[in-house]
C-alpha cells in the first residue's frame, strides 16, 4: 500500500502540472467529491500564491458546508508512562530515565471526576506500550473504570484509545469494552525514518504498525483515527502517503480513517527540536489542513493542545473538526494541576481551561459540541460515512452539538458564558430547516432546562 518510489514519483510529476490540471482539481474539490492520490500531489506541489489563496477558501467553505461551525471538544487522559520502546521524539521513551507509574483503578476515577467537573464527555485514553506493567487488562480495565465513574450530571460518554498496534485478539476485546474510536498515528510512512527513529523496539517493526486497522478491522473496530507526527520527515511525502493508506482502506474495506490528527513535533524530555530536519512552519502546517479537509471532506480532523491559541484559530477555519481542551499530558496529571505541578510526555502550548476555551471558540463564532450520539446510535463505519455524504448528518450533528452545549452551560458554565450562549442557541436553533427537528431540538433545550440531561437524536 505504502510504495515509496511510487510516492516520490507522483511528487515529481505533480510539479508538472498544467494550470488546466490544476484547476481541474480545484473543481473536483470544491464538488466536495474527495480527491484521489494524484490530485493530492497536485495540490501538495502547488507554488503560486492564487492558487494558494483559491485552496485555502475550498477548504473553508467544505468546513462551513459539512460541518457548520461546530466543534467537538475532547481531553485526553494519560493513565500509564511506562514504555518499552525508544521513540527518538518522545518524553515517555525507555531511555529516559524518571519515576515510571500507573494509576490504580482509584487514581483513574478521580482524574475522571476532574475531567467530568470540567464538563468533558469524550477521553482518548493514553499510555505507553509495555506488555508487562500495561497489557491489555489493564486498559479494559482503565476503560471499565472510566465509563463506571459518574459526578453529579458527570459521564464519559465516549472513550477513544489510543494504544499501540496489537493484534485482532486484543483489538476484539477492545470491541466488547467499548471503544470509540481507535486511534494510532503512523508517525512518519517513511519506512528508513520509521526504523531509525524507533531503534531496538517492538514499534520498530514497520509493517506491524501499518496493518494495525486491518486487524482492527477484522476484529470489528470500523471506527480508526490516524495520524502523523509533522517533523521527523518530508511533510509532502506524509501527506500523500496518508491518503494512500486511506485510499488502500477504502477499496479494501469501504471505511477510510473516521479521523486524522495532525500533531507536530514538540519539545520533549531527552530531544531537542534542532536535530530534527522537518519541522513544518505554521504556513505549511496551514496548507496540510487545507489540503486534507479537500481531500477527505468527511473525515474528521483532530487537533490537539499541542498547538497555540492563534494558530488554533486559523485551522478551525480551514478545517479542523475536534480540539482537546483543558489537557494534561501527564499521568496524574489533572489531579497534578489541579494542585499545581505538571509532568508531561511533551511540552503543551495552550493552557487555558476548557471554560476559557469554549467562550473564546463561541465569540469566534463556534458552537462547541461535547456530542457522543454516532457512536452510541451505532452509526460508526460506513453507516456513518453514508449519512455524511448525503447531507443528513446536519440534521443530527447540528442539533445534537446545541443540545450538549446547553447542557455543559447549565452544568458547569458561568453567568458570563450563559448569557454569551442563550442568544447563540436560539439563533441556531431557528436556522435548523426541518420544522420536526426544529421543534424537537425547542423541546429538547426546555427539558435539558428543567432537569433531564443526555438528550440526543
Ligand atoms: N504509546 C502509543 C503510541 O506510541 O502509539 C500511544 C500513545 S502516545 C502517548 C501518543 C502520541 O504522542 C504518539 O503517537 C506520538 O505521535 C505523540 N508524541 C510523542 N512524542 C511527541 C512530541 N514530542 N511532540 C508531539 N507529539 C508527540
Ligand atoms: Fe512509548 Fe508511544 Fe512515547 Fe513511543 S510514542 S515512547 S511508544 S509512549
Known amino acids: 500500500m505504502i510504495n515509496h518510489q511510487y510516492i516520490e514519483s507522483l511528487l515529481d510529476e505533480a510539479k508538472n502540472a498544467s494550470r488546466k490540471n490544476i484547476q481541474e482539481v480545484l473543481d473536483k474539490a470544491q464538488r466536495k467529491e474527495g480527491l484521489n492520490h494524484r490530485d493530492i500531489a497536485i495540490l501538495l506541489q502547488l507554488q503560486d500564491e492564487d492558487q494558494l489563496r483559491e485552496v485555502f477558501k475550498i477548504a473553508g467553505e467544505i468546513k462551513q458546508s459539512i460541518y457548520g461551525n461546530r466543534i467537538v471538544v ?33 487514581e483513574i476515577q478521580h ?27 489493564y486498559v479494559l480495565d482503565a476503560m471499565d473504570a472510566i465509563y463506571s465513574t459518574h459526578t453529579a450530571n458527570g459521564e464519559i460518554r465516549r472513550i477513544n484509545v489510543n494504544i499501540a498496534a496489537t493484534s485482532t485478539e486484543n483489538y476484539e476485546k477492545l470491541k466488547e469494552a467499548g471503544i470509540g474510536t481507535y486511534i494510532l498515528f503512523q508517525e512518519t510512512y517513511h519506512q528508513p525514518t520509521y526504523e531509525a527513529m524507533h531503534p531496538n523496539s517492538l514499534k520498530g517493526n514497520y509493517d506491524y504498525h501499518l496493518t494495525a486497522f486491518d486487524r482492527a478491522m477484522e476484529a470489528g473496530i470500523d471506527d480508526f483515527g490516524a495520524g502523523v507526527l509533522f517533523g521527523l520527515a518530508d511533510y509532502k511525502f506524509e501527506v500523500l502517503a496518508l491518503m494512500l493508506h486511506n485510499e488502500y482502506l477504502e477499496q479494501q474495506y469501504g471505511v477510510g ?8 513535533l514538540k519539545k520533549a524530555e531527552g530531544m531537542e527540536l ?7 512552519s505554521d504556513e ?42 483543558g489537557s494534561c499530558t501527564g499521568v496524574g496529571g489533572y489531579k497534578e494541576s489541579d494542585s499545581g505541578k505538571k509532568v508531561n510526555q511533551f511540552e503543551l502550548t495552550d493552557h487555558r481551561s476548557p471554560l476559557e476555551v469554549l467562550k473564546e471558540l463561541i465569540s469566534d463564532g463556534n458552537i462547541p459540541s461535547y456530542c457522543t450520539a454516532c457512536y452510541r446510535q451505532n452509526r460508526t463505519g460506513d453507516r456513518f460515512m453514508q449519512l455524511a455524504k448525503s447531507g443528513q448528518i446536519q440534521n443530527i450533528c447540528g442539533p445534537n452539538a446545541l443540545m450538549t452545549l446547553m447542557e455543559f452551560v447549565l452544568d458547569y458554565g458561568d453567568e458570563e458564558l450563559l448569557t454569551m450562549v442563550e442568544d447563540v442557541i436560539h439563533q441556531e436553533t431557528m436556522k435548523i430547516q426541518r420544522e420536526d427537528i426544529r421543534n424537537l431540538t425547542l423541546k429538547n433545550l426546555e427539558n435539558l432546562k428543567n432537569g433531564e440531561r443526555d438528550l440526543y437524536l
Open 74 to 106: 475532547f481531553a485526553p487522559l494519560y493513565v500509564s508512562d511506562y514504555c518499552v520502546n525508544n521513540c527518538l521524539y518522545c518524553g515517555y521513551r525507555r531511555d529516559n530515565a524518571f519515576p515510571r507509574r500507573r494509576l490504580s483503578r482509584e
Open 111 to 137: 482524574e475522571v471526576q476532574l475531567l467530568e467537573k470540567m464538563g468533558h464527555k469524550r477521553l482518548a485514553l493514553e499510555v505507553g506500550e509495555d506488555p508487562v506493567n500495561c497489557d491489555i487488562d
Open 257 to 264: 480513517f473516521h479521523t486524522i490528527s495532525v500533531p507536530r
Open 274 to 280: 534542532d536535530h530534527f530536519h522537518h519541522l513544518i
Open 284 to 325: 505549511v502546517f496551514k496548507k496540510i489542513v487545507a489540503i486534507i479537509r479537500l481531500a477527505v471532506p468527511y473525515t474528521g480532523i483532530i487537533l490537539s493542545t499541542r498547538e497555540a491559541p492563534e494558530i488554533r484559530r486559523e485551522v478551525l477555519r480551514y478545517g479542523v473538526t475536534q480540539i482537546s481542551a
